[in-house]
């Protein structure tokens, strides 16, 4: 498609400044090439630019097409156009933070991407700390013996990540897998040295030979595979965790040859939501935008209970069958009334073969189980594991292929009985 010739200022400065912002929304995460930001220099020289709050609608009209990029979009815009403190404001978000203590200043999750993206390539424009003598202090950090990125990133709690190392961590994750051994079924099949005898081929073979046993067919369990069933809370405290947990069910749910027969997954914050036909989509970011749209409780409340109960009611005997392996995401933060949680957590342990509780909150060394939602849901799952990073995830196989393994549940259960 052939666009009419743009009428900008002579000096280009807007047209350049356009181009720039396009950039860093570009690497801040949204999806946008030469075609719109040509629409955008079009748009606003239409609409003009001396009126903030109209030059900011025009842009966004250009630039936003889903909901979850209004907020990236909006931190870009300020720390772009309006803010001329910009650059020093972007280094105090960025300043790296302490595993195991919390900062007083959390940075928003949209305001860190935006501060990623504006930053690159600007370190250069910042001015360097210099001596009384007048030479520069040049800090030198020695990194020949740290260990490589991809390492780094598989410990890495999730919410510490940067733009760039949740695209590399998402990367990873895709090529996880998640393998599962058989289970023995009461149906049998033939073998040529079972270990039992199949008393009706043998029957049936000597017929043949008018009555007489010349051999006996031996017989072994078939083996059956289970399904996955995964419960993911996808609530404000849970937003950025249940994002990677979905990306390594997409890449589970994908792959062959890992042994499951079926992968079923849902989401819950306020109300209780399918996505297995979303995770059939070959492609992730679709798979997940289609998801997305249609969890409206995304990044919400919670209410464990009730959606829990919804599930036992209308999916447990549809997809719990044959030995099904339920892997529940949630930090056990919940208002409902603990006895509904207890009394639902109970009933989805008994349909299940194996429950496993993932729960990002585990990732703290000094962690209690204080709160009242996690005190009536620890006592009727299989396993109580972490799951803030990539190494986490990567130690389910292991929870899963061991029946014995309880992760940290003995241990808390434990601490609830002492306090």
Not at 309 to 329: K, M, S, T
Request: aromatic share 6%.
């Amino acid at each position: 498609m052939q666009y009419p010739e743009i009428l900008i200022p002579d000096d280009g400065k807007l047209a350049r400044n356009i181009t720039h912002f396009a950039r860093a929304l570009r690497k801040a995460g949204l999806p946008i090439g030469p075609g719109r930001t040509i629409d955008a220099i079009r748009a606003v020289q239409a609409a003009g630019f001396s009126n903030k709050p109209d030059f900011f609608w025009t842009l966004h009209a250009c630039f936003v097409s889903r909901p979850e990029q209004r907020a990236v979009f909006a931190q870009v815009f300020r720390l772009y156009w309006r803010d001329p403190q910009y650059l020093e404001q972007m280094m105090s978000l960025l300043l790296p933070a302490v595993r195991g203590v919390q900062e007083d200043r959390k940075a928003d999750a949209a305001e860190r991407r935006a501060a990623e993206a504006l930053l690159e390539g600007a370190e250069d424009r910042l001015p360097q700390p210099q001596d009384p003598e007048g030479g520069i202090d040049e800090i030198t950090i020695d990194a020949s013996k740290t260990m490589s990125q991809e390492e780094r990133l598989r410990t890495l709690d999730f919410e510490q990540m940067t733009t760039a190392e949740v695209a590399e961590a998402k990367r990873m994750l895709a090529r996880l897998s998640l393998p599962v051994k058989p289970l023995p079924s009461r149906r049998n099949v033939t073998a040529t040295s079972g270990p039992a005898i199949d008393l009706r081929r043998t029957l049936r073979a000597s017929l043949r030979q008018g009555g007489e046993v010349t051999a006996l067919a031996r017989k072994t369990p078939a083996i059956r595979w289970p399904s996955l069933v995964v419960i993911c809370d996808i609530s404000g405290s849970m937003s950025q965790y249940s994002r990677m947990v979905l990306h390594f069910l997409h890449a589970v749910a994908n792959r062959k040859g890992q042994g499951w027969a079926r992968v079923h997954g849902f989401t819950f914050g306020t109300r209780l939501t399918n996505i297995t036909p979303h995770l059939r989509t070959r492609d992730v970011d679709a798979a997940l935008a289609q998801a997305g749209a249609q969890a409206q409780d995304w990044s919400g409340g919670t209410r464990i209970g009730a959606c829990l109960h919804a599930f036992n009611r209308d999916w447990g005997r549809r997809v719990l069958g044959q030995g099904a392996v339920v892997l529940l995401i949630t930090d056990g933060l919940d208002r409902d009334d603990a006895g509904q949680l207890a009394l639902e957590m109970q009933r989805l342990h008994l349909s299940a073969r194996r429950l496993i509780w993932l729960n990002p909150l585990l990732r703290w060394d000094g962690f209690a189980p204080k709160a009242s939602g996690i005190r009536a849901m620890l006592p009727h799952v299989d396993s109580f594991r972490a799951s803030h990073s990539i190494a986490s995830l990567q130690a389910l196989g292991d929870a899963i292929a061991d029946t014995r393994d309880a992760g940290e549940k003995s241990r808390l259960l434990q601490a609830i009985r002492q306090g």
